[in-house]
């Protein structure tokens, strides 16, 4: 009999008020993946009488009880109890991922045209030291791919995109060595995505194509005058009308251009300039591009304080600044508001992670000077670094069992956080430079960012 047994509030159950509904909460449970409307008597209820719910004493139907229940809201698991479960889950998940795709990047060089001063790699690409100036050889090239055979023997479990990164991958002096690496990649079956400033993208015009090179992410940081002074390049100074011309040469090429720009408060409006700019040009009609706006991060210095004109914004600033905005523009928000949107709508429970990306189970990224990192936050960091595929078989470091180890049941503020399959516990690279250690938690505020997701949807 039900109310004889001893149940509780889930530890794991997540209320957020539904701004449009004066007496609505959305329910979502942290380890079922349940999604559910309640209204607030319900929710005063279960808070209440958290730690002793009976089905004759609470203020609502057996019926609804019952589904309480079964969506795992209602438990009779102790907080210990679920805590454990939750890790073994974690890690269940963990190895799935890990077991899965091989995922694989080129930095091709870690040289830059551009001189950005928000740039995480100026301390390696902008400093005239032959080592950042160093690219790949074909033999370099050869020996990435036997070594991408080395890491997963089995073709079909590695991702057939590769990412080219940098520095700046498509630097006009590099188009011979990145047409090898491409052209010898179509032959293995990969295709090519890039990561680029978009400055010397007219010099790759015959690589960009459904075959090759099918899908860049280029920044531009706002109107012409923001992005002039952020976005420099080290000769001509400005580089916006080139980089709207190559846009527009990329998508004539019928490839996916992805415009990111970075966004503080300082350049937070020319968002919509930007917006009615693309519109004019008609760039917004075709379905092969977007743009979206990513918080400008400064891990140097504390966010209130100011560097080179910047005002870094916190992520609740940045989060209230686009609801203000009606979410007029793709903004970073985990990708809570499509993972809710895509339950909802699809009548599925959430899809759940115990790891933020890929780096924290099978991304390699293959640098020019022989080495292998986990995640293009830390490229360039010796210390990270994973192996070096220069040998034959692969030298592994124990910095690969570090960043494959971290999943959420490994961190301590994590693992008994309702979030924990939401947040994923954040990115492993922002926690490393933010704290200085992997195995800690980099939330970002990701409360208010759920709240917000969840009225959004």
Partial sequence: MKDMENYRLSSYTIFTKLEDAEDRYMLVHGYTGAIDVVTEKVVSCLKAQAESLHVENVCFSHKTFDTLVKRGYITQRTSEEEIEY????ADMLHQKEKMLYKSFLFVVTYNCNFRCPYCYENGISNKGNNWSRETFTKEMVDRVYAAM??????????????????????????????EYIVRKGYNLGYKFSAITNGYDLDHYKDLLSTDFINHVQITIDG????????????????????ILENIKMALECKIVVAVRVNTDMENFETL?????????????????????????????????DKEYEFDYARR??????????NYGFNCQDFGLYMDLSSAIKNN??????????????????FDPNGNIYPCWEVIGKQQQSLGCYIQNPIQWSDTLKQWHGRNIHKIEPCNSCKYAF?????????ALRSSGKLYSNYCDDFTHTFEMAVNRV
Avoid: W
Wanted: glycine residues 6%; positive net charge; contains cysteine.
């Fill in 422 to 430: 939401l947040c994923n516990g954040g990115c492993a690279g922002h």
């Fill in 223 to 242: 109107n012409k005058e923001q992005h002039d002074k952020r976005r420099v390049h080290y000769q001509a100074g400005s580089s916006f009308d080139k």
């Fill in 272 to 304: 919509y300039e930007l917006q009615q700019l693309f519109d004019e040009l008609e760039y917004t009609k075709n379905k092969k591009f977007s743009f979206y706006s990513a918080i400008l991060r400064n891990f140097e210095k504390k966010s209130s």
């Fill in 86 to 89: 939750v890790g073994k889950i």
């Fill in 149 to 178: 055979l080395e890491i997963e023997p089995q073709r079909k479990l590695h991702s057939n995109m590769i990412i080219l990164y940098g520095g700046e991958p498509l630097l006009a002096k590099n188009k011979e060595i990145v």
């Fill in 316 to 325: 609740r600033e940045y989060n209230n600044r686009h609801k203000l905005a």
């Fill in 348 to 365: 599925k429970l959430i899809n759940f992670s115990s790891i933020h990306c890929t780096a924290q189970s099978g991304e390699y990224i």
